[in-house]
């Protein structure tokens, strides 16, 4: 049995990011850029007005006698065009927000700040002095040509989407999103639809991985079910090499029919399949032909919690991502944890975060086969190997699956 | 000018929880329940082994002179079958993890602690004494027939999904998913794969309220540009009452070509138009026919944080969500920001865990056209409307958009 740390470290070894593609640039969101992203023009491209007003040369703003200057509007520019015409002594021309400042003005005046007689009016009075380069936003103050806007490596969301438009970044290089085929094996699983026949459960690991795998960025594809026999098993499998990822869950522990492992060793290798660790010691890892796969156990906790575990650092590893593993934060527990199990413990447990603390309460019955332990579970507390016992108010590691709540 | 408070309350007062629809299971992730599930079978279905091993009487396991039992095996159990064959007084059948335990047996020995000689053998000693129930999951240990299993409500995420399963619901009732239009204005805008021309910028507005109205849970559907006219605008919008949500930016602030609060007025109605915050007082909110419409202002920062503080809630609130509103923690902050807006400042800030306290630096240069400044900020930093100075080492609250950095 190997650690937590050396089975990921493992796994992670064998694992490298996927190849590159070009995508267009609504596709990209989530994935990984792959591409050092260059601003091959100004933005904003060209001097313009931060408000709606008058552009005017600011010595002309001055007031004369203690009375508003009155200037001669001599235009008008809307954003999206440009004027040759520039802005003369004693002139100013109506601007409107993210228009181009006309030549001659060098500053602009928001139009709450000046009196005409509406928007034919041909004069304007200045209502206050204003400053050189006022409500003018230059040219490349955002980014400026040849700077380097994004770095290769970041996620892409939705304001570095913002980005790349601006950029006129109509397709994008990134890593490519890996397909996972997912696997349940046993005799005793049934699909959700199907009525239940004594000894039988319904296929829940099968759908809980599919969501799981595509909230980590990954195409999930479900395969079905093998059944508890080599050939059935080396079939589903034949099919499954086809993707960048297969994931079991079930078949991968001690008893007569845990064939994944048999599979593994004569179709490919076996990296390990057994972690120091609860829920979850029978987990394998390893390669069927050249694919990797990794091989969750079948009790539906333990096959959710080495998920999160293995699973999320290996599929963003393949995405390119950068932090492969969920954040740990030191938390007080709420109360006793005196299980004393000699692996070390993965807790299902909801943190919130009160006044100043992150507390987690566990969520009730932790035997592997409860899913109900997973409800309301943002978090996993994190009991050390050795039978180590934990008492309300002592601080201890959790892992945090989702943002805290927070007191309102 | 409305607050912010006030103009999210009147918002949510227009806005209802979209109708229910029934989906299949795989498609209800990050949708919310609009039933209460309730477990039609217990959970598990039956007694079963927690482990592989032997089914015996607890009575049999007892040490007979010093010495490990001898019991006959008189048969074996595997996942997915059962047996009507009962387990008798000094008899023993091998079980699998997951099988039925037969009749007769009240307790079940794991392999590690038994002897015997391989699969076929047909004796084994029981090397441990063993108390009743032992590596039993009892029927309905982690659900009871009849139990409410989720409540209606609740966002569907992997486990959700895996309890469903479990419980035989190939089909969920959900809110249903919002279809929201995303129109861009002004005559300045030019698509992201177009060359620019003097006096024009990209149409990034559009893709970055794609990608946000996507992670949001909605189906997002860009509609292109609106020109600066009343005629261009009026066909766009009747392209765009089709969805369940208009998102529109630019266009609504004072300007002689703000024709989304005019079209508005006549073909629909304005709830308000202008916000006491910065960025993006210009926000537009009414409707247009009897179709929602929020109008974000035009420059791209604006756009993007005021969809975050009023676009996020109101899509939440049509997908069902309890939870409308991001997370606000108070925070340290790690710089002096003397910037005296009069009104409500929510600056661009990068929050990380550091040192037991959530310490907040902002991302520059906080001009609304500064997309730049974007990057990196997973937190918005409020500072109160009345020209408030936040000093280095002062406490304010951060509305958190992302989890925290943490130290490791």
Redesign the interface.
Known sequence: MISVEEALTRILAEIQPLNQTQVP??EA?GLVLAEDVIAK?N????DNS?M?GFALLSKDSRPRNGNPPRLRVTGGI?????TDQAVEEGCAM?I?????VPPGADTVIQ??LTRNEG?ESEWVEILQEVAPGNNI?PAG???HKGQT??QRGIEI??????????????NVLVIRRPRVAILST????V????Q?Q???????????????V??AGAEAH?LGVAR?SVASLREKLNEAITYDLVLTSGGV?????DYVKDVMQEQGQMNFWRINMRPGKPVAFGRIGAVPLLGLP?N?VSS?VTFELFGLPLIRKMLGHQRLVK???DVVVAEDIRERAMRRHYIRANVA?QNGLFVAHTTG?Q??????S??N?NALLIVPEGGVILNAGDTAKAM?LD?P??E?
């Open positions: 640039l609504a969101l023009e933005i904003p491209p060209f931060a709606d809307a954003a999206g065009y440009v109506r409107m927000t993210g228009a181009p139009v709450e928007p936003r103050e955002d980014m806007a994004l969301g939705p304001w570095e989407i913002g980005i790349l438009a601006t950029l006129g970044y109509a046993g005799d005793e699983i699909d959700v639809g199907e239940l004594p000894g039988k459960i319904r296929n829940s690991n099968g759908y809980l991985l599919e969501a799981a595509r909230r479900r508890d522990s001690v008893g007569d029919f079948g539906p959710a954040p740990q934060i975060w019955n035997g592997s086969h409860i899913m109900t997973l409800l579970a945090m943002w709540e927070v309102s």
